[in-house]
């Protein structure tokens, strides 16, 4: 297992980094002012998306890209410092195409779709043309035991008909969302983990309604975490994901590299925050002297490089489980990452934004919009506590197939001095 980056990835790291100072930064501000006024920044975005074509710095998540399109698909391993880069401003991966939810829907209809749905949908996505969103969460059922889901999916002749509601679709809003992944139950009479499909629904399908972009913690993005309405939604049968029943299994081949991709774009944030809390300490005086020079101010500041570090390590190996030996080997370890990632986010979040006062609770700063994407993300893509349940399950298996291996390092005193109790 070499952590290393190669000479290739050394290379792209360059590129990445000159490319981001160069050419996103400063694109940050014109970025912000239109989004603040309501108006997603297509016209700031779309030279940029140009540009990283024509550098090579797109599709960089896949490891596998389908013959005739564009890009430099990577191996995990191989992506994950290039995550970290762009993770540093929160809409600069979808300059490189590199964007979720999109990134895990590629990866999804790489893996599912037909030849005829690759064509309509994954083409497009991959060439950057349009958007796309997955819908599975809901609002009236526990979406964390994603058997409970109640959406409908029925077969009616040559067309399948949706009915249901979702909510916390991320990029629903997004001005060039065209398809949701939609996941439903068709198969109610089949075991637990194989009633579920997923199938594709064009956003503009008659009776599919976006009730409303709900605020994230107050924190409302325009291209949306939306509630979703079906009602009577046809589409061809067609659009149907692999076969009927099997929406519980491209569920879980879908998260695995979604979450992941989270934690490493994560990583960068924190890292960003590292250097912002660091400049802050040095430059602002209180009671006489630097915030660097405080005690307390730099135990913050090696907990959080500590903490950063260790957590880019976890991140890193289960990369190197997923190239190595595929998505499902490293279940436990993906779960490890989601939980320890986002709560590593929040805690550097927090003492960044305590450095900088009231100014870290302001939109002057990223910070305070890192920390709820953090804390968004001790629910989204599974509550910790389901990854909990699991890892815990796991363990309890593998100490149990040791058949007390473990207790033969015990040194219980009667064993060792013998017990006085007993008669000679």
């Known amino acids: 297992m070499d952590f290393g980056y190669s000479p290739k990835v050394e290379a792209l790291r360059e590129t990445m980094t000159a490319f981001m100072d160069d050419h996103v930064v400063p694109a940050n501000i014109p970025w912000h002012r239109q989004y603040s006024h309501g108006v997603y920044p297509l016209d700031v975005l779309e030279p940029l998306r140009a540009k990283a074509k024509a550098a090579g710095l797109w599709n960089m998540f896949m490891p596998h890209l389908p013959e005739g399109?564009?890009?430099?698909?990577?191996?995990?391993?191989?992506?994950?410092?290039?995550?970290?880069?762009?993770?540093?401003?929160?809409?600069?991966?979808?300059?490189?195409?590199?964007?979720?939810?999109?990134?895990?829907?590629?990866?999804?209809?790489?893996?599912?779709?037909?030849?005829?749905?690759?064509?309509?949908?994954?083409?497009?996505?991959?060439?950057?043309?349009?958007?796309?969103?997955?819908?599975?969460?809901?609002?009236?059922?526990?979406?964390?035991?994603?058997?409970?889901?109640?959406?409908?999916?029925?077969?009616?002749?040559?067309?399948?008909?949706?009915?249901?509601?979702?909510?916390?679709?991320?990029?629903?809003?997004?001005?060039?969302?065209k398809v949701a992944i939609v996941m439903g139950i068709s198969n109610p009479d089949n075991p637990a983990h194989s009633r579920q499909s997923m199938i594709l629904v064009p956003m503009d399908a008659p009776g599919l309604t976006i009730v409303r972009n709900i605020p994230f913690m107050n924190l409302n993005e325009i291209e949306g975490h939306c509630e979703l309405h079906f009602k009577d939604v046809r589409v061809p049968a067609s659009n149907l994901l692999a076969e009927e029943g099997s929406g519980f299994a491209l569920a879980q081949a879908r998260l695995g590299p979604g979450r992941i991709h989270h934690c490493m774009r994560f990583i960068g944030q924190c890292e960003l925050a590292l250097d912002l809390m660091g400049e802050r300490a040095l430059s602002r005086i209180a009671f006489g002297k630097p915030l660097a020079e405080r005690e307390v101010i730099r135990d913050w500041i090696a907990l959080s490089r500590m903490e950063i570090d260790q957590a880019r390590l976890l991140v890193l190996r289960t990369a190197w489980i997923i190239d190595q030996h595929g998505n499902k080997a490293a279940r436990n370890d993906v779960s490890m990452i989601k939980i320890v990632v986002p709560r590593l986010q929040v805690n550097v979040m927090n003492r960044a934004i305590q450095i900088f006062g009231s100014a870290g609770l302001s939109p002057d700063t990223p910070l305070a919009n890192f920390w709820t994407w953090g804390r968004s993300l001790q629910l989204g893509d599974g509550p910790d506590e389901v990854h909990m349940k699991g890892i815990g399950k796991a363990e309890i298996a593998r100490i149990k197939a040791l058949n007390g291996q473990a207790s033969r390092y015990l040194t219980p005193y009667h064993a060792v001095h013998g017990d006085p109790t007993r008669e000679a």
Not at 85 to 92: H, K, P
Not at 104 to 126: C, D, F, K, S, Y
């Open 69 to 177: 399109i564009e890009g430099t698909g990577l191996t995990n391993m191989e992506y994950a410092p290039l995550a970290e880069i762009m993770g540093r401003l929160f809409w600069a991966p979808e300059v490189f195409n590199c964007g979720p939810p999109d990134t895990g829907n590629m990866e999804l209809l790489h893996i599912a779709a037909t030849p005829v749905q690759r064509e309509q949908w994954l083409n497009p996505l991959l060439r950057g043309e349009i958007r796309s969103c997955f819908a599975m969460t809901e609002p009236d059922v526990a979406s964390s035991d994603a058997t409970n889901i109640a959406t409908r999916i029925e077969r009616r002749g040559d067309e399948y008909v949706i009915n249901g509601r979702k909510w916390f679709i991320t990029g629903a809003t997004h001005p060039n969302c």
